[in-house]
Structure formats: C-alpha cells, structure tokens
C-alpha cells in the first residue's frame, strides 16, 4: 500500500504564535509600503510582496492543519538585507558605517539568505519524503545545520560526498540550488570586486574614523592643479606642533591627482586621515559623499592656483566652488583663497556670509611687499611665525 507522505513533525503552540506574529509583523510593514507608493502594481506584485504573502498562507495553512503543511516563513530570509538598508535611513548621519561598507554588509546578508533558503527548503524536502507515486517512500534524517553544510559544500563545488540528498525532490531542488547557487555568487562576488574598485578608485564616500573630532573638505584649483600646494597644505595642517591628530581631510577633486601627491602620500604617518574623492564641489551628490552637511565637518577650504595662467578663470571657479558648498551648508566656516582683489569684491556681491574668510593672495603678497621696504626682514619674519617647523627639519636646515 502507497501511502500519500506528508509532515509527521508536531509544531509547537508556542512556535506557531511566534512564528505568526513575526510574519503578521513583516506582512503590515509590507502593506505599509505599498500604502506609501499608492499601490503601484510595480510594488503590489513585487517579490518581496509575493515572498510575504507565500510566508502568511503557510502559517494559516499550518493552523488548519500543523502537520501536513511546509512552513515557507524562512522565504522571508530573502528581503532581510532591506532592513539593513531601512536602519541605515532611519539613523541617518548616526550610521556610523560608510556606503560601502554598507553595501558589503547587504551583500553578505544576501549571501547567507541564499544559504539558509536553501538549506530549509532542503531539509524540508527530505524530511517530506518521496512523492507517493514512488515505491520506495523513504524519508530522511537531515537537520538544518547539516542542510547548511550540505548546501555551502556543494555551493562551493567541493562536494566531500559525505551528505547527499535521498528523495527524488530533494535531488531535484540540488540540482536547482547548484546551477542557481554557482550563478548567484559569481554576481555576488563581481559586486564586491566592483565595490572595493570604487572606494580605492576614489568614487566612494568619506567615512569619519573613531576617536576623530571632525573633518575638514578640501578642493580648488590649488588642489588639483598644483600638487605643491596640496603637500605643503597636508604637511602643516597635520604638523606635530598642532598636537595629535584629531581632524580627517577629505580631498575633492576633478580627476586623480599626479605621482608627486601619491609619492608624498606613501611614508606620510597621517595617510589613513586623508581621503581622497573623486567629483566637484559642483555637484549636490559629491558634496553629500564628502560630508559637507555632517555636523563633524568643521570647515572647508577652497585654495587657488598661484601659477593659474588664467587668473580670472581660476578666480571664477573657485568662487563656483565656494557658492556650491555655501549652498550646501550656509553655517560651515569656508576659507576661500581668491588671486586678483577684484574677484574679492565679486565674491562678496554674491555672498557675505560672517562665516567666510576670504583671502587675495595679491593683496597679500603686496602687503609683505610693502612692509618689508619698511622692516627689513619682514617677511622672513612671518614666514617663520606661519610655518611649523620640527627639530629634525631645523637640524637639517
């Protein structure tokens, strides 16, 4: 006699509760969100709807009958990276981990989704028996935690040969789970490879450090075009007589700076502090990367090109500059460095907000000048009061 094989597994009363209310959970917040994109057939027939829906019946078909039914909750596995990602909106500038950090965490928690679907839909295939229409209805032994182990070796294409599926189905479902497995961490890895590409590349996001007071936005085109004046900017800013260091600078620029920078860069002691992005300060979205709107960003700077061979352009883009980041935070401190003391006078036509500093490196080059003519010595004078200097560089001077 061939007996139709079902569950034989008794669910406990207070595994069914729990198990009901974290779906009944999962479900309102499901219906919310399709409330909240005024029920969009996009987000009303979307996966993570059908998966919700999948996960409720089987809990009522479990209450109408527990031992005949699979329960499918684990399929709500699936969507648990969009709680990673919720969190992260909700907390805002209190997420302390940077994007992609945060899309690594996404992908590990897709990963190990996958593994655990799989390894419950296993385990419950074997566990059901083989269909009734086979002679042989023979069921397995499996635990889940050999289910994962299973699945990640035959993933992983090791295969030791010491667990294997017993039932048609579960034979089956291998057979799925390999070629979907292989296909899906193969994407899962090229992301990753993309994503750290893109933070050493520079077109990730400034991340604040622990134990750091804030940060500083660095840009303009003494920064991009004149590698000088970026090395002798990091050098004093990060000088020994200023203390420890408690500041970042995050370095925005067009395109990747030249050899020099990146030589200098290499034995700095404070390399770790400095990030360097790729984009404008231009643009919304690359001034949001380098965290010019978080509380932590104490100031920004904006240097000219001293040997800019079009003074007024260089003038003008900086002034560009400087109205991006006003724009983008009206109550940061920005030091903007301007060549010609006309472009002074345009700046503060367009802006004069108590929390700029605006400097005209003419104006200041002909007042050293002058007080020199008077005061010998002069600028020898200020150059030693301005510039830090160590004990090992006095030596060697």
């Known amino acids: 006699t061939i007996s139709r094989a079902n569950y034989t ?50 809990v009522l078909a479990q209450f109408i009958g527990p031992s005949a039914w699979i329960s499918l909750t684990f399929l709500q596995a699936f969507s648990l990276h969009l709680g990673v990602l919720r969190l992260r909106k909700l907390l ?22 996958l593994v655990f ?32 182990y299973f699945i990640l070796v035959t993933i992983a294409t ?24 292989v296909i899906f961490f193969s994407i899962l890895s090229t992301e990753a490879l993309a994503l750290i590409s893109r933070e050493t590349s520079g077109l990730g996001a400034f991340s604040s ?3 750091m007071e804030g940060h ?22 990060f000088h020994q007589d200023h203390g420890a260091f408690r500041y970042q600078v995050c370095v925005l620029v067009r395109q990747r700076l030249d050899e020099q920078f990146n030589n200098f860069m290499v034995n700095a002691k404070f390399k770790k502090l400095v990030t ?19 509380p932590s960003c104490r100031a920004a700077y904006v240097l000219a090109n001293t040997k800019a061979s079009n003074v007024r352009r260089e003038d003008d883009e900086n002034i560009l500059r400087w109205l991006g980041i006003r724009h983008a935070n009206v109550r940061l401190p920005i030091f903007l460095s301007l060549l010609k003391p006309a472009s002074i006078e345009r700046a503060e036509a367009l802006s004069n907000s108590p929390a700029d500093i605006k400097v005209c490196i003419e104006d200041l080059r002909c007042g050293l000048l002058a007080k020199s ?25």
């Open 209 to 211: 450090k622990p134990g």
């Open 216 to 237: 500083v936005v660095l840009c303009g085109g003494g920064v991009q075009e004149s590698p000088i004046t970026l090395v002798d900017f990091l050098s004093e800013f």
């Open 158 to 181: 090791v295969g030791f040969g010491d667990i294997a599926p017993e039932t048609i189905l579960g034979q089956a479902a291998v057979m799925i789970f390999v070629i979907a497995g």
């Open 117 to 148: 679907i799989f390894s419950c839909l296993f385990v419950a295939l074997e566990l059901l028996g083989n269909p009734y229409w086979v002679t042989q209805n023979k069921k397995s032994s499996k635990s889940l935690w050999h289910s994962v």
């Open 276 to 294: 360097v992005l790729l984009g404008s300060p231009l643009i919304a979205r690359d001034l949001h990367r380098a965290g010019i709107s978080w």
């Open 373 to 397: 003519c008077v005061v010998p010595g002069f600028c020898t004078l200020i150059r030693g009061l301005a510039a830090s200097t160590s004990p090992e560089e006095n030596d060697q001077g």
């Open 9 to 58: 597994r008794q669910i406990a009363k207070s595994e069914f509760v729990i198990d009901l209310l974290l779906t009944l959970v999962i479900l309102t917040g499901t219906l919310f969100h399709i409330v909240a994109h005024d029920f969009e057939l996009s987000q009303v027939f979307s996966s993570r709807t059908m998966i919700d829906c999948m996960a409720f019946g089987s």
């Open 92 to 113: 805002g500038r209190a997420w302390i981990v940077n994007e992609v950090q945060t899309m690594m965490i996404v992908l590990a928690i897709r990963g190990a989704a």
